[in-house]
C-alpha cells in the first residue's frame, strides 16, 4: 500500500524530537450493505473508509496523532504532529524494515469480484425460501453485508506487518400474522470468509425458511405458564 522510502520518512520524522519507538498504522475498510423488502431493494451502499496514524514513544510517555488521507505529506504531518508532544532531541534512526509478519488472506473469492446481481439473487432466494414456508408470512426483510478490512503496520524498530479480515453475513427477518396477532422470527448467520461462504456455510434458502419457521411457531405458540411457583436459589449463587 505504500513505499518503504515514506515508510522509513515518516517513521524517522516521528523521532526528530527524542521519541525512542515509533509506529505508523494504516487500514482500508471496504464494505457492501443490501436491503430487500418483499422481493424489492430499498437501498444499496458501498463504502469505504481509509486512513492512518502516527504513534510515539518516549518511556512510557506517548503521542498518537492520525489522519484519513494516507498521502506522503499527510503523514508526514501526522509525524511532526505526534513528535511535537516531545522537545528533546533525536537520539534514535529507523531500522530498515527486517521483520515480515504477512497474515493469510481467508477470503477465497474476494468480495471485489462479486457484482451486486450476485447478492440481489441471494436476498431474493431467501424471501422467496420465507415466502413459501408459510402463507401466514406476510413480510420479509432481508439484508446483507460484506466487509474487507486491511491492516498494515509498520515500526521503527524494522518490522512490517500486516492483515486481512473479510468477513459477511446476511440476515432474514419474517413476520407472520394471523387473527389480528403478529410474530417475528429472524435468521443471520455470519462467518470470517469471503463470498465462498454461501457455498460452503450458508444455505441461503435455509435461512430464509429458519426465519419463517420461527415466526410461525411463535405465532401458535400457547401462552407462557404463569402463577405462584417455589424457587430455590444456592447459597452464593444468584446475587444472594
Not at 413480510?139 to 498494515?152: G, I, K, M, P
Request: overall charge negative; glycine content about 8%.
Amino acid at each position: 500500500m505504500i513505499k518503504s522510502s515514506i515508510v522509513n520518512a515518516v517513521l524517522d520524522e516521528a523521532l526528530r524530537t527524542g521519541g525512542d519507538f515509533s509506529e505508523l498504522y494504516l487500514q482500508d475498510t471496504e464494505s457492501n450493505t443490501m436491503t430487500m423488502i418483499d422481493g424489492k431493494v430499498e437501498n444499496a451502499n458501498y463504502k469505504r473508509n481509509v486512513g492512518a496514524g502516527v504513534r510515539v514513544l518516549k518511556g512510557t510517555r506517548s503521542a498518537y496523532a492520525y489522519s484519513a488521507e494516507t498521502s506522503e505529506a499527510a503523514l508526514i504531518a501526522c509525524a511532526k504532529a505526534a513528535a511535537s508532544a516531545l522537545k528533546g532531541e533525536k537520539e534514535y534512526s529507523v531500522i530498515p524494515i527486517c521483520v515480515d509478519r504477512i497474515g493469510e488472506s481467508f477470503a477465497k473469492i474476494p468480495f471485489s469480484e462479486i457484482n451486486n446481481a450476485k447478492r440481489i439473487e441471494l436476498l431474493r432466494r431467501a424471501t422467496n425460501a420465507a415466502k413459501s414456508y408459510s402463507a401466514e408470512v406476510t413480510q420479509v426483510v432481508a439484508n446483507y453485508l460484506d466487509c474487507d478490512h486491511r491492516t498494515w503496520v509498520y515500526n521503527s524498530e524494522g518490522v512490517h506487518a500486516e492483515d486481512r479480515r473479510p468477513r459477511v453475513r446476511t440476515a432474514v427477518q419474517a413476520v407472520a400474522m394471523a387473527n389480528g396477532e403478529a410474530q417475528t422470527g429472524t435468521c443471520s448467520p455470519g462467518y470470517g470468509m469471503g463470498f465462498e461462504a454461501y457455498n460452503e456455510k450458508i444455505n441461503i434458502d435455509e435461512v430464509g425458511a429458519e426465519a419463517a419457521k420461527t415466526a410461525a411457531t411463535m405465532l401458535h405458540a400457547p401462552e407462557c405458564p404463569a402463577g405462584t411457583v417455589p424457587v430455590v436459589i444456592d447459597g452464593g449463587f444468584g446475587g444472594v
